[in-house]
Nanobody, 124 residues
Framework: QVTLVESGGGSVQAGGSLRLSCQAS??????????MGWYRQAPGSQRELVAV???????RYADSVKDRFAISRDNAKNTWYLRMDSLTPDDTAVYYC????????????????WGQGLQVTVFS
């Protein structure tokens, strides 16, 4: 069973930037063959997909974060990242990484492997 450890997050003023990281406990070819993503959940809202990256490094983003957020991966470190720029208070949420979901025709279905969640708070 893979373990995911998230880092980064915190509080930032609107217009600022943050970078989240998620490291998986498994590596090598297994890691590089998997897709992974980032989700977020604001109070009173459902968890929503923010960004996903395939094994071939194809990326997809929620419309609300396009051109502001960037997902990337480092297979040598078993880690993927979410760079968040031009943050607004609407980006305030708990952010979760997900590993090894099904990525097909640009759509990602999450697996049962979730990170612990990171609070991101954007204040105006």
């Amino acid at each position: 069973q893979v373990t995911l450890v998230e880092s980064g997050g915190g509080s930032v003023q609107a217009g600022g930037s943050l970078r989240l990281s998620c490291q998986a406990s498994e590596g090598g070819w297994t890691f590089s063959d998997n897709a992974m993503g980032w989700y977020r959940q604001a109070p009173g809202s459902q968890r929503e997909l923010v960004a996903v990256i395939s094994s071939g490094r194809a990326t997809r983003y929620a419309d609300s974060v396009k051109d502001r957020f960037a997902i990337s991966r480092d297979n040598a470190k078993n880690t993927w990242y979410l760079r968040m720029d031009s943050l607004t208070p609407d980006d305030t949420a708990v952010y979760y990484c997900n590993y090894g979901g099904r990525y097909l025709l640009g759509r990602y279905s999450p697996s049962a492997a979730w990170g612990q969640g990171l609070q991101v708070t954007v204040f105006s």
